[in-house]
T-cell receptor
Framework: AQKITQTQPGMFVQEKEAVTLDCTYD???????LFWYKQPSSGEMIFLIY??????QNATEGRYSLNFQKARKSANLVISASQLGDSAMYFC???????????????FGQGTILTVHP | NAGVTQTPKFRILKIGQSMTLQCAQD?????MYWYRQDPGMGLKLIYY???????DKGEVPNGYNVSRSTTEDFPLRLELAAPSQTSVYFC???????????????FGNGTRLTVT
């Protein structure tokens, strides 16, 4: 079974609008973290935001926020006020065993390509 | 700050050839990782290391070998290259995590490998 599922192969959004990229996950570990990365066409992987399973509030980093619904096992990325430079592939990833048993390994979803239209 | 440096950026190999992908980090990170990214797909873990002299297999280790003789370097060796190893290879590192372990991975810019 897939541990991380991103069901949207591609998404389109108008500049200055908000967009939500979906991510669902599967784990029986009570201690885990969700990460989002951005991969522009140039290929590098850029860390955006992190949410821990025990965090009481949804994570925010500038225009990025995470809509974390633990019971539904979803960790959707919300980008507000989209910019042309947001066009990229976006990956959701999970780390299980935050107590030190994971050795930091991340499991990635297949990604969502976001295109921002002017 | 150079961060994580991967060389080469691009390489074409013939079937059966061997090569080493180089990875170096200057952040004094203990943890290092090798991932591969097939076209249109997510990243899959090949090998990882928690410190000099300690390595372990990830999800897709077959056809690869690693070594970690120093904290800074984590080369990935491909023996007898096959077309199935055509991919983009990413090296990553991170500092040792606290509890909870929330430190992100820092990635290099990748090596695009084609095996024909």
């Amino acid at each position: 079974a897939q541990k991380i599922t991103q069901t949207q192969p591609g998404m389109f959004v108008q500049e200055k609008e908000a967009v939500t990229l979906d991510c669902t996950y599967d784990t029986s570990d009570p201690s885990y973290g969700l990460f989002w990365y951005k991969q522009p066409s140039s290929g590098e992987m850029i860390f955006l935001i992190y949410q821990g399973s025990y965090d009481q509030q949804n994570a925010t980093e500038g225009r990025y926020s995470l809509n974390f619904q633990k019971a539904r096992k979803s960790a959707n990325l919300v980008i507000s006020a989209s910019q042309l430079g947001d066009s990229a592939m976006y990956f959701c990833a999970m780390r299980e065993g935050l107590g030190g048993t994971s050795y930091g390994k991340l499991t990635f979803g297949q990604g969502t390509i976001l295109t921002v239209h002017p | 700050n150079a961060g994580v440096t991967q060389t080469p950026k691009f390489r074409i190999l013939k079937i059966g050839q061997s090569m080493t992908l180089q990875c170096a980090q200057d952040m004094n990170h203990n943890y290092m990782y090798w991932y591969r990214q097939d076209p249109g797909m997510g990243l899959k873990l090949i090998y990882y290391s928690v410190g000099a002299g300690i390595t372990d297999k990830g999800e897709v280790p077959n056809g690869y070998n690693v070594s970690r003789s120093t904290t800074e370097d984590f080369p990935l060796r491909l023996e007898l290259a096959a077309p199935s190893q055509t991919s983009v290879y990413f090296c990553a590192s991170r500092r040792a995590g606290g509890i909870p372990d929330a430190s992100p991975l820092h990635f290099g810019n990748g090596t695009r490998l084609t095996v024909t």
